[in-house]
């Protein structure tokens, strides 16, 4: 069970991302959420799959709270995947909302085992 908290908290700072996203630009949240979530929860599941493939080479399991290689490869997998799907499902990629995206997918996916790190 604590093996999933770790995906928890990602698929819903995920699913935070998204819903701000949307109001910021004055879009529904609620009824068109699932529409902006579904390429970033399969990039998502991509960035778990490649952290869980990477950690078993190495120790056999994967840490989810750690900056590497969970961390960083549920970010990438994360942010490309989901723009990647955007761009096949035809929603928008402008190069600002990658950096944007980028950026807080950055924050919230690293920044919450750069603190765990930190505490302990």
Same mark, same amino acid.
Do not use: F, I, P
């Given at each position: 069970m604590r093996r999933l908290v770790p995906l928890v908290v990602d698929a819903l700072l995920v699913i935070l991302f998204c819903a701000i996203g949307r109001?910021?630009?004055d879009e &529904? #949240? !609620?009824t068109g959420l699932l529409k902006t979530v579904w390429p970033f929860a399969i990039g998502l599941a991509i960035g778990w799959v490649l952290a =869980? &493939? #990477?950690a078993s080479r190495v120790k056999g399991h994967v840490d989810?709270? &750690?900056l590497w290689p969970a961390g960083v490869l549920v $970010? !990438?997998?994360t942010l490309c995947g989901g723009m990647l799907l955007r761009v096949i499902s035809g929603q928008?990629? =402008?190069f600002s909302f990658i950096i944007v995206a980028a950026c807080v997918l950055a924050l919230f996916l !690293?920044? $919450?085992r750069a603190a765990i790190k930190a505490i302990n």
């Open positions: 109001r910021s630009h &529904a #949240v !609620l =869980a &493939a #990477v989810g709270t &750690a $970010w !990438l997998g928008g990629t =402008a !690293l920044g $919450w």
